[in-house]
T-cell receptor, first 114, second 115 residues
Framework: GNSVTQMEGPVTLSEEAFLTINCTYT??????LFWYVQYPGEGLQLLLKATKADDKGSNKGFEATYRKETTSFHLEKGSVQVSDSAVYFC?????????????FGKGTLLTVNP | GAGVSQSPSNKVTEKGKDVELRCDPI?????LYWYRQSLGQGLEFLIYFQGNSAPDKSGLPSDRFSAERTGGSVSTLTIQRTQQEDSAVYLC?????????????FGPGTRLLVL
């Protein structure tokens, strides 16, 4: 079946540090890949997505590249801010049947200290 | 414009009672989804609606769970005879047409606690 594995948290960084959150996936066909973010007390928001191999999604200084050869979609940001503190979820939708169902990783809690 | 709204935001109930959770999707979105977020299981898909019909109910964990959607808009998730393991955050999402690769827009969730 389809699955997403992301690095265990929590991750604690100082402001302006470099961020990487690893995400790998198992899926048949050619899934679309997503990063969602959940800020404290808020709902899930799409951060970025990529729909085919070698695509790079980017938003708010965050980037992730769809790597089919390594089945990965790692999230990076060059300089984090306190306001980036949130839970980050990697997710996929696969290209076969049920191609509307998001499969999520377990989430990574990021805390950024001033 | 308005996003996905859910009510109530919090619900505390006693074991064995029935609860109804409501979702109001983004206007014009034909696809609607329910997910559940719990500590043990993470985020899980429950059910998908296209218009008023539910072609995929595969994620509903038991026959105590049911959902309906009326007028192609508001959806209600009903849990009968609640159990403590039903305690979770129930998330609703919608998307324009339910097409592959569409972004799903999530509501703030309903936090359910079963005592």
């Amino acid at each position: 079946g389809n699955s997403v594995t992301q690095m265990e948290g929590p991750v604690t960084l100082s402001e302006e540090a470099f961020l990487t959150i690893n995400c790998t996936y198992t899926a048949t066909g050619y899934p679309s890949l997503f990063w969602y973010v959940q800020y404290p007390g808020e709902g899930l928001q799409l951060l970025l997505k990529a729909t085919k191999a070698d695509d790079k999604g980017s938003n708010k200084g965050f980037e992730a590249t769809y790597r089919k050869e390594t089945t990965s979609f790692h999230l990076e940001k060059g300089s984090v801010q306190v306001s980036d503190s949130a839970v980050y979820f990697c997710a996929l939708i696969h290209s076969g049947g049920s191609n509307y169902k998001l499969t999520f990783g377990k989430g990574t809690l990021l805390t950024v200290n001033p | 414009g308005a996003g996905v709204s859910q009510s109530p935001s919090n619900k505390v109930t006693e074991k064995g009672k029935d609860v109804e959770l409501r979702c109001d999707p983004i206007s014009g979105h034909t696809a609607l989804y329910w997910y559940r977020q719990s500590l043990g299981q993470g985020l899980e898909f429950l059910i998908y609606f296209q218009g008023n019909s539910a072609p995929d109910k595969s994620g509903l964990p038991s026959d105590r769970f049911s959902a309906e959607r009326t007028g192609g808009s508001v959806s209600t998730l009903t849990i009968q005879r609640t159990q403590q393991e039903d305690s979770a955050v129930y998330l609703c999402a919608s998307s324009p047409k339910g097409l592959y690769r569409e972004t799903q827009y999530f509501g703030p969730g309903t936090r359910l606690l079963v005592l």
